[in-house]
């Protein structure tokens, strides 16, 4: 029996046959050999090319090992040059020193452009990034060619006329090819440099960072925000900023959203709510003196202490979802001004954590991205029964009862899959296997299952995919970020202007008509992995008559239908003391590891009759998100403005303190023409 062969790694491969290029290079240049030499540079530039399509983190490593593109390229040439010095006669060298000189030249004003690059970065680099905000008097412009900001790009295409006409003189012994390839190099370089020189004329750059301050200091005065929405987090936490972007620009006054990382910007959901991106402390100290009085926080962050040193502003944490988990009740929560939650049972979860949150500073608020999610209507009335799969991610603390996914997912999807009866909606949390990977292989695994099952699957598929693909193309061209994919921040600054009026209402109708076209074209019987962006976990909700997921936001959110619902303990705790330990499942159906109770779970809920938790989920219900009436987002309105009021009245009581106590200090922030210093005697 023949012993297979070990798979090689693609990058190992691709690594090694760019070595053997190289090698094969410098042997057919030494020689000489014009095919060798021929073949041995196309793999080379080839090989190049593939690494940077599909191979990136390979060019890191070799930046590492200073084996950049630079040094790679100039041995390249250097080779095609020895090469031509030993396939030529003595009296010929002097015929091939211009190419030489050419090329030379070619790498000076490479350096040349990468200088200036930076220079012209550092020039479109202002202290305040914007969207939603016509910021056109900061002298915004477009970006220059990507070509001329990437150098490893640049080299490749501006030397490739070069690497060619030396390839060419190399196999027709003619000089001219040299030269008319080094000659293309050289025009490349020059207009790269010129186009790049220009840029830093006083009349192309942006605002100087004194004016792009001023500009800044201009607009919070005209604009005069009340309440803000601050955020700082990595690229995978913004989610918790864009779940109350909505609730955010319903609020009374102007809203305002104050972030602190500049790849954020991109990372906010589509909304009309102005944005100010303000990475520097001293910059973000300049809403002290604006008209904010209120910043809302939906995460902790290091940055946050930053924030809170502004004297004149109210902070509130509203958090980005609530559970029994001990994340929930962060003793950082006790800097904020008030903790809002949505109801009773957070209020008693905070007494009972002991974090120095007082009761007096909680406030119930409820959760307004609840208040579209529809009630429970009964019975599943339609051939199947939709049942949504939500689980948590694994957490940062290791602990087993986190999420569902590891221990329990396979045989929870195979009990649901086994009922022909069940239609399984999968939305596993975008951070499932961040941080275990054995979670990231059991999701992928789970998704098998489902893909199997649907194979095994037949029956009618409804129409209108038409007006799918028609509103969908509508929606994303009213939520799209404007802007090629290589444009810098001052260009899209320029493109993310001041919205339309109109535009976050045209929105919403067309996401409602999108969600309702989206689940039309699905048929009933086929099971759903639902990953991307849209819909939205709210938008399952109301097609589930059922939730499976863990100890999580999910469970609580999942509430405000009052549809029956389980979680999976995997804890290793009994199930009493896993109701006692976490109060969100007092209601739910606790299903084992080895989904045991999932038929009896299914008919219950085709059998209303059989259900016996639903007066313990109408009360949990109310205890985890307070009262129907007033909704929550009145309540949330309600709560804004009450703290807007608080720091109106702080800010009146310091202003009155600081003109008693001293009134013959002068404003040291008003300009005071300076005096001219007396002479030293």
């Known amino acids: 029996m023949p012993v297979p062969l070990p798979r090689i790694p693609a990058r190992a491969l691709v690594t090694a046959l ?5 090698c094969a290079q410098a042997v057919a240049a030494l020689r000489p050999h014009v095919p060798l030499l021929l073949a041995a540079t196309v793999v080379s ?3 190049e090319g593939v690494l940077y399509r599909w191979h990136r983190g390979v060019l890191s490593v070799f930046a590492k ?8 390229h100039v041995l390249r040439d250097l080779l095609l040059v020895v090469a031509l010095l030993r396939l030529g006669e003595q009296h010929r060298e002097t ?3 211009p190419l030489v000189a050419g090329l030379l030249a070619f790498y000076a004003l490479h350096c040349a452009i990468q200088a200036v690059s930076v220079l012209v970065r550092r020039t479109r680099t202002l202290p305040v990034v914007t969207r939603n905000i016509d910021a056109s008097a900061l002298r915004l412009s477009a970006a220059p060619s990507v070509l001329l900001r990437r150098p490893a790009h640049r080299l490749l295409v501006f030397g490739l006329p070069a690497t060619a006409g030396l390839l060419a003189t190399a196999a027709t012994d003619d000089p001219r090819c040299g030269a008319l390839g080094v000659a293309l190099s050289l025009g490349l370089a020059l207009l790269g440099l010129y186009d790049l020189v220009v840029r830093l004329l006083p009349s192309r750059r942006p605002a100087s960072e004194r004016e792009a301050l001023e500009w800044l200091d201009a607009w919070l005065a005209e604009y005069r925000p009340t309440v803000g929405l601050y955020f700082s987090g990595g690229a995978s936490s913004a989610y918790q900023a864009n779940m109350w972007l909505e609730p955010l620009a319903k609020l009374e006054g102007r809203p305002l959203i104050v972030l602190r990382e500049r790849f954020m910007v991109q990372k906010i959901a589509p909304t009309d709510v102005p944005i100010l991106c303000l990475p520097k402390v001293s910059t973000l100290m300049r809403l ?11 995460s902790n962050s ?4 930053q924030v809170l040193r502004i004297p004149t502003l109210k902070h509130t944490f509203v958090n980005h979802g609530e559970s029994d988990k001990l994340s929930s009740c962060n003793p950082y929560a006790k800097a904020y001004d008030e903790v809002w939650v949505a109801g009773p049972a957070a209020r008693e979860r905070y007494a009972y954590a002991e974090v120095g949150v007082e009761d007096k500073d909680v406030v119930e608020i409820g959760r307004p991205q609840l208040d579209g999610v529809r009630p429970y209507e009964g019975a599943p009335t339609g051939a199947c029964t939709t049942v949504l799969y939500a689980p948590t991610w694994e957490g940062w603390d290791g602990n087993p009862g986190n999420t569902s996914v590891i221990e329990a997912g396979e045989n929870l999807v195979r009990a649901l899959l086994a009922d022909p009866g069940v239609r399984l909606l999968y939305k596993p949390h975008p951070l499932t296997g961040s941080v275990d990977p054995r979670a990231g292989a059991a999701d992928l695994r789970i998704r098998e299952l ?6 095994e699957r037949t029956g009618e598929r409804p129409g209108g995919g038409e007006e799918l693909a028609r509103l969908t193309a509508e929606l994303d061209r009213l939520t799209a970020i404007a802007g090629r994919a290589s444009a810098d921040q001052v260009e899209r600054m320029l493109l993310q202007s001041a919205p339309e009026p109109g535009r976050a209402e045209a929105v919403a109708r067309a996401t409602a008509a999108w969600e309702e076209a989206y689940w039309a074209s699905l048929p009933e019987w086929e099971h759903q992995i639902v990953t991307d962006v849209r819909p939205t976990l709210y938008a399952c909700y109301n097609q589930a008559d059922l939730l499976v997921s863990d100890v999580s936001s999910v469970i609580s959110d999942f509430l405000a239908s009052g549809k029956p619902y389980a979680v999976a303990n995997t804890s290793g705790l009994a199930e009493d003391v896993f109701r006692k330990a976490f109060p969100t499942v007092r209601a739910a159906t606790v ?3 080895d989904a045991a109770g999932v038929p009896e779970l299914l008919d219950a809920v085709r059998h209303p009759e059989k259900d016996e938790l639903v007066e313990a989920r109408e009360e949990l219900k109310r205890h985890l998100l307070g009262p129907d009436e007033p909704t929550s987002q009145v309540r949330f309105n309600e709560a804004v403005q009450s703290l807007c009021s608080a720091a109106l009245e702080h800010r009146a009581r310091m202003a009155e303190r600081l003109a008693a106590e001293t009134p013959e200090i002068p404003d040291q922030r008003r300009s005071v023409t300076p005096q001219r210093p007396a002479h030293p005697a």
């Open 18 to 22: 760019l070595a053997a290029s190289f």
């Open 45 to 47: 530039l080839a090989v």
């Open 65 to 72: 090992s200073h084996a950049d593109i630079t040094v790679r």
């Open 95 to 97: 015929l091939y020193t």
């Open 288 to 298: 002290e003196e604006s008209s904010l009085q209120v910043l809302i926080h939906p």
């Open 302 to 305: 290091g940055k946050t202490s």
């Open 450 to 455: 489902i893909r199997a099952a649907n194979r």
């Open 591 to 593: 299903l084992t590891p």
